[in-house]
């Protein structure tokens, strides 16, 4: 069993950054590889970026891409989103996951999920 705790959320405004992190328990931490994903109102639970168990191989959403970045303490059994130059469309509740499956980019594929983060970004 993993279990994952979200915290770093909060309001920010257009073209601002904040760091959201994932704190997890279970001696299996380190073999899992994680990702983080977000569900804006309305709207399907998408993928966001993921990285392998030994924090050496990232991947992102285009849509991210070149403003996010996933990194993790194995030591700290502790994974991080670094979001900078935030945008209003990444207003959203932003999610932990683990699984057994790199990458982790389909929800379908998710073992474990946090209870989520609320990201606000205003114009």
């Known amino acids: 069993q993993v279990q994952l705790v979200e915290s770093g959320g909060g309001l920010v405004q257009a073209g601002g950054s904040l760091r959201l992190s994932c704190a997890a328990s279970?001696?299996?931490?380190?073999?899992?590889?994680m990702g983080w994903f977000r569900q804006a109102p309305g709207k399907e639970r998408e993928f966001v970026a993921t990285?392998?168990?030994?924090?050496?191989?990232?991947d992102y959403a285009d849509s991210v891409k070149g403003r996010f970045t996933i990194s993790r303490n194995v030591d700290k059994n502790t994974e991080y989103l670094q979001m900078n130059s935030l945008k209003p469309e990444d207003t959203a509740v932003y999610y932990c996951?683990?699984?057994?499956?790199?990458?982790?980019?389909?929800?379908?594929?998710?073992?474990?999920w946090g209870q989520g983060t609320q990201v606000t970004v205003s114009s």
């Open positions: 996951a683990a699984s057994s499956i790199y990458p982790l980019n389909s929800p379908l594929n998710v073992d474990y």
């Open positions: 990285i392998d168990w030994t924090g050496s191989t990232t």
């Open positions: 279970g001696r299996t931490f380190s073999v899992y590889p």
